[in-house]
């Protein structure tokens, strides 16, 4: 193409791209400092509808755990994305039970709640595990061997012995449960000393992948990012303010100065970190369907001196923990697979014939009462016979596939109880379920800032302007693409 035409397309896809671009901006640097932002919260009342929690949808609803306080008498826990909720065995009462846990609503991500044999309760939020005490009607943070970047992801027990699951690594104490070990399982029998291209590219868009200082150079890009995006605006609309004063018989001296400085940031900027802005822009792009599907199967070897060359090859793949009575075994969901372990420090030995699961991880893993497993996510919900190696859909008896496909199936289940009064039901992310009452003031229950963003990078946020955004970070990231290039073929020297 002739330049003239390349500037078109420059100016016009960056016009159109700008305040998008932005908002990745903002939203990414939000990304790469949960911590830094675990307290800060938005209402969901200034969030789109779609964001109302509705018939515990959203994840308000992960499970439920029996409970017999003080009074004697048999409650049912309700715990998920927002906390942890006390209600009848009839589902009629709700009322809060946070009292003791952080404020911050990303604290209150609880994954699991387990009441052990001698009556203590425990609830695993994503940062920390807490002991319910009775005495004071309040939860208590309990000390973990965590390493600072470690979240849990399922708390389990067997016997007298309480297992908090990180993504990392296994947390095990015993009575009275003042001190936890940290254990680290041994490598898979299948293990090849390599990752899921998937993470691979994750990483590297994030900077993680060369720890903080990458995290930062990226952070670095994101402003570049939006200082590109504002000195491209004030180009695009001060010639127009020229000629107005002009028209005026005025002096456009200072316009005219902040026109060429803005033409100048926005070359240097755009020009010398060319690559910089197009690899970020690229692994972006790649992270959500449809080019996501071709990186979950991916496999790649391990960088050496990145975040991924660790001793420990469960790095951030551990999701659920079960211990299955039948076999005397224990079930292990991974990022990689469900694995069978004869004893916690036993060779993981990888299972064939098992359910799909969703690449977001497993949100439902427990046994029904004819014994089979119930294996469910937002690839959907399916019952898993050991015995036959065989897996049915939930809803439709039909036989599971092979593979997980997208992210979100027809069904994505967020939740499950069979804990209350009448038969047991599982629970849909979006539709939630009607087979128990949620008061209304839990609709507007504050997200976390980190899940707002999370929600704006991934163009999730937009889908409440029709179906067909769900491919916004498609066409947003090739369109952002080719703004680079354009704008790097306009902007290179003639010869």
Known sequence: MKRTKWKKHHKWFGLILCFFMLMFGVSGIILNHRRAVADWQISRSWLPSDYLYQNWNRGLLRGTCPYIGSDSVRHILIYGASGIWLSDTDGESVTDFNAGLPAGADYRHVKGVVCLPDGSLWAA?????YRYQESGKRWQSCTLPMPEDEKLSDLTFRGD???AVGRSYLYLSSAPYTSFQKIRLAAPSDYDGRVSLFRLVWLLHSGELFGL???????AVAVLFMILCLTGVVYWLLPKHVRRQKRKGRNPRVALRMLKYSLHVH?????YTFILLFLVALTGWCLRPPLLLALVYGRAPIVPYTSLDDANPWQDKLRMLRYDEAYGDWLLSTSEGIYSL???SA???VLTHTPPVSVMGLNVWQKDASGNWLVGSFSGLYLWSRQQHTAWDYFTGEKAPETAGPPFGKYAVSGYSSDFSGIPFPVEYNQGTDRLSMPSKLSTLPMPLWNVAQEIHTGRIYTCLGQGTLFFIFFAGAGALWCLLSGFVVRRPKR
């Not at 200082?213 to 952070?219: A, E, F, N, R, S």
């Not at 070359?267 to 020009?271: I, T, V």
Request: proline content about 4%.
């Open 125 to 129: 939020g994503q940062f920390g595990l």
């Open 161 to 163: 012995t309480l297992i």
């Open 213 to 219: 200082g990458g995290k930062l150079v990226v952070d």
């Open 267 to 271: 070359d240097r900027f755009g020009r």
């Open 342 to 344: 004869s004893s916690l």
């Open 347 to 349: 060779v993981p030995q």
